[in-house]
């Protein structure tokens, strides 16, 4: 969709209506009927950080491989109201975005008008930019959790997008192929991700991150035999040069006292009292689950123009989801806020996070290991 045509999605963090209420409950429990889980929190699969152990599992077990996307993790849920197809997004805090527009269609294969239930896609929405420099926002789908109803979890992850293109992508793609006119009313367009063989390392930096209409920011490596797992799962391995591995805490600002001067107490002022136009001590926190709750982990180095730019947005700033970095000098700096979700990481992510930092798996190491993985991929097949 370009936009000025941009009538359902305005930006990918706030794709549609977001359900509140009974409403969200009930969707949260129909999908939670649907996959046949006890619990109605968000059953997406989450990376565990690439260390260097892990080039020996790509040496051992056929995975996968495909850019990871610089855009907003979502499900999408293809479902039915009164007999009408609807669609809903589903973002990492469980909400719910319906997709207010009545043209996004996916039909049944040789059933033009009829359209698919009960389905749940895994993947990435991003803004793509067209040769033409206008803007299209793509949802590109990396995994297929159920089908008409069908649960595919447990299936191989080559089974799951087998059905999926088959019975979904291909059909879809050849009703826009077949009246193209359609094309200017979509809140956005599906595509498949591009998935590689592990050891095509080299092609995935030299040839298809360059030519992405996206932005990138790492790797993913999904492993091909096991099944879909909610939650942690450490057979999808996220990839990210060293210093570009990030964690996510919720920050704590609070400032020093300042004693009251000669002319403070010449207008009265003699307690001592907050300095807001200092920059904050900024505490980063994470998340240690149960009981134990959010506990302090570090602290954020904040550079006068930062808090400036931070204070000029007139946003609440106090107790936010931050995504943090680590500088040469080995300090927490930061890099956006992360409003996309409701917790920091988990302790054990972020034990993950700091054990890749610490072993430093770079974007040569993976080249170097790469003959190495297409070595035990053809003894194995």
């Known amino acids: 969709m370009e936009e000025e045509q941009s009538a359902a999605i305005h930006s990918i963090d706030e794709p549609g209506l977001r359900a509140e209420g009974d409403v969200l409950r009930g969707m949260r429990q129909e999908v939670a009927r649907l996959l046949q889980r ?5 059953p997406g699969a989450q990376p565990v950080s690439f260390a260097r152990k892990h080039i020996e599992e790509l040496q051992r077990e ?15 849920y293809a479902t039915e109201d009164q007999g009408n197809e609807i669609h809903y997004l589903i973002d990492r805090k469980n909400d719910y975005y319906f997709v207010n527009n009545g043209n996004l269609h996916f039909p049944l294969p040789n059933k033009e008008q009829e359209f698919h239930r009960d389905t749940i896609l895994d993947g990435e929405l991003v803004v793509d930019t067209l040769p033409n420099g206008k803007t299209q926002f793509t949802f590109l789908v990396f995994d297929c959790l159920a089908l008409d109803g069908q649960i595919l979890m447990s299936r191989d992850l080559s089974k799951r997008l087998g059905y999926f293109r088959e019975n979904l992508f291909v059909p879809y793609k ?23 063989l592990p050891y095509g390392i080299e092609a995935m930096f030299k040839d298809m991150i360059p030519k992405l209409r996206h932005g990138n920011d790492g790797l993913i490596f999904t492993c091909l035999k096991s099944e879909y797992k909610p939650g942690t799962d450490p057979h999808i391995l996220k990839w990210k040069d060293a210093d570009e591995n990030s964690i996510d805490f919720k920050w704590r600002l609070s400032w020093d006292k300042i004693e009251p001067d000669a002319i403070d107490r010449a207008e009265g002022i003699t307690e001592p009292y907050t300095d807001w136009e200092a920059i904050p001590h900024v505490e980063l926190l994470v ?3 149960g009981q134990g709750g959010y506990q302090p982990f570090a602290e954020m180095h904040l550079e006068e123009s930062e808090w400036e730019t931070l204070k000029s947005l007139g946003d609440p700033l106090n107790d936010r989801i931050v995504e943090a970095y680590m500088d040469e000098q080995k300090r927490w700096r930061f890099s ?4 996309d979700k409701t917790d920091a990481n988990h302790i054990s992510t972020v034990n993950s996070v700091i054990d890749s930092i610490r072993d430093g798996v770079t974007k040569d190491d993976l080249l170097a290991a790469a003959a190495s993985i297409r070595q035990h991929w053809k003894a194995r097949h």
């Open 336 to 339: 956006r806020f992360r409003d």
């Open 174 to 196: 050849s009703l826009l192929a077949k009246y193209p006119e359609e094309r200017q009313y979509q809140p956005f367009f599906v595509e498949m991700k591009d998935m590689q």
């Open 38 to 42: 006890n619990s109605p929190g968000f």
């Open 287 to 289: 998340f240690h689950g």
């Open 62 to 76: 056929d995975y996968y491989l495909c850019e990871k996307s610089d855009g907003i993790r979502y499900l999408l």
